[in-house]
């Protein structure tokens, strides 16, 4: 997936664990785990648009694109 | 009756069924091997009477035992895959893409139950006659072919289904 999360690195910049962001976006901590360590198929805009008000972010902050990381299966 | 105990009863009335469907298969193939090796004896016991037509009758009455030996491993499989299906309940995953395969398996099954059954009647028709009377019972039903069109709905309905949860699966 050439998709990458970058929910640690804005959780390290605010000072913020991923326990209080859960309590901030009503988002289990485990569906926020699978967000933060890439292992999401998906993202609602409904989650992420509460991780921005969270975290005071875009959602270009969010996320990134890197090409060299996609798969050939992904490439078809 | 809660939900486990129903489950649980399916699966032991599907396992009794598979086991009578092995049994029902049996008898007929006891009947139809004794049809072989003492005709004489069998068909007057089952009362079809010397003269003419008798020939026609036996022919016919072979076939409808091999046309109900034809549904044995047919039934078997609707019921295999009707345990499978009550199996991935029981184990709490049963809108999976496997599961709407089974449920199509059990169209075509049934699909080709209503075929020997038609067989059966066209093959009834053709045996009898008002010297050789032969009465088993059959009719035609719409029925059987509106849950064959249901099954098929329903297959290709669970797939789209089960799909469309693998594609949530992993959404955050």
Not at chain 1, 16 to 40: F, H, P, R, Y
Not at chain 1, 41 to 68: K, M, W, Y
Not at chain 2, 118 to 146: H, K, N, R, Y
């Amino acid at each position: 997936m050439a998709i990458i999360v970058k929910l640690d690195d804005l959780l390290h910049a605010r000072r913020m664990t991923l326990t209080e962001l859960s309590e901030k976006v009503d988002i289990t901590l485990a569906n926020l785990s699978i967000l933060k360590t890439g292992k999401a198929r998906a993202v609602r805009f409904s989650t992420l648009e509460a991780i921005c008000d969270a975290l005071g972010c875009q959602p270009g902050d969010l996320l990134a694109f890197d090409p060299t990381l996609v798969t050939p299966a992904e490439k078809g | 009756m809660s939900a486990p105990g129903a489950l649980s009863l399916s699966r032991t009335v599907l396992r009794a069924l598979v086991v009578a469907n092995v049994i029902y298969g049996l008898g007929i193939l006891a009947l139809l091997v004794a049809s072989l090796v003492a005709e004489g004896p069998l068909f007057t016991a089952l009362g079809v009477k010397q003269g003419e037509g008798m020939d026609r009758m036996i022919r016919g009455m072979r076939f409808i035992a091999v046309a109900g030996l034809a549904a044995v491993p047919i039934a078997h499989v609707i019921l295999a895959r009707l345990l499978a299906i009550v199996d991935t309940v029981r184990a709490g995953d049963p809108f999976v893409v496997p599961n709407a395969a089974r449920l199509q398996t059990i169209a075509w099954c049934v699909l080709g139950l209503e075929g020997l059954h038609l067989l059966i009647g066209a093959v009834a028709a053709t045996s009898a006659s008002s010297v050789q009377p032969l009465d088993i019972d059959w009719s035609f039903s719409v029925t059987p072919w509106i849950a064959v069109l249901l099954l098929f709905v329903l297959a290709r309905v669970f797939d789209h289904g089960a799909r469309m949860r693998a594609d949530l699966e992993g959404t955050v």
